[in-house]
Nanobody, 121 residues
Framework: QVQLVESGGGLVQSGGSLRLSCAASGSIFSIHVMGWYRQAPGNQRELVAESRSGGSSNYADSVKGRFTISRDTAKDTVYLQMNNLKPEDTAVYYC???????????????WGQGTQVTVSS
């Protein structure tokens, strides 16, 4: 199994910054993708940013230029630096990791428990 532990959410004023972290542990052979999704009340879960093992990154248009995703491959940890936060960024943020089990028994996709980010106007 693969476990994800998230941290870094909280309450911040508009224009402020937060940094989310997500550490993966367990029976991991390789990680192919690490990313962040978010879900606001009444909305569907949406991709915020993801980082793939080949080095490419994708961002939602709404966060481009404000959010930066990065990875520490030695620690199997992904970060999301969020700058110039806006009230519309308020949501529960979920970490997502996909990869291959160390046992060779196939691929996994895991989700974090979610961390609340609230941006006040």
């Amino acid at each position: 199994q693969v476990q994800l532990v998230e941290s870094g959410g909280g309450l911040v004023q508009s224009g402020g910054s937060l940094r989310l972290s997500c550490a993966a542990s367990g029976s991991i052979f390789s990680i192919h993708v690490m990313g962040w999704y978010r879900q606001a009340p009444g909305n569907q879960r949406e991709l915020v940013a993801e980082s793939r093992s080949g080095g490419s990154s994708n961002y939602a248009d709404s966060v481009k230029g404000r959010f930066t995703i990065s990875r520490d491959t030695a620690k199997d940890t992904v970060y999301l630096q969020m700058n110039n936060l806006k009230p519309e960024d308020t949501a529960v943020y979920y970490c997502h990791v996909g990869g291959q089990y160390s046992s060779g028994s196939g691929f996994f996709t895991s989700w974090g428990q979610g961390t609340q980010v609230t941006v006040s106007s």
